[in-house]
């Protein structure tokens, strides 16, 4: 992986967070893997049951969660520059 990239891509994504940055100003990729993830998930949860839809909800948010703490553990320990 090009760690130098994801770093860039990261510190786009956070600035467009903060609203220093518009979707527009970021590099195309980031917007796109960004579209995608999104549409992924909401497709899922609007194709599930109306009372399934919740608890849908809260597992992606622990699937996100979980990745970045793993995430974290990495770039602590080392194995992520």
Avoid at 23 to 38: C, G, I, K, Q, T
Avoid at 60 to 80: F, N, P, W
Wanted: proline content about 4%.
């Amino acid at each position: 992986m090009d760690w130098n990239k994801i770093k860039r891509h990261a510190d786009q994504f956070d600035r467009l967070l903060k609203k220093q940055l518009t979707v527009n100003e970021v590099d195309p990729e980031v917007s796109h893997a960004l579209a995608f993830v999104m549409y992924a998930d909401a497709r899922w949860i609007a194709e599930l049951p109306k009372d399934e839809r919740k608890e849908a909800l809260q597992r992606v948010h622990e699937i996100c969660r979980d990745d970045v703490r793993d995430m974290a553990a990495l770039i602590i320990k080392g194995d992520i520059p």
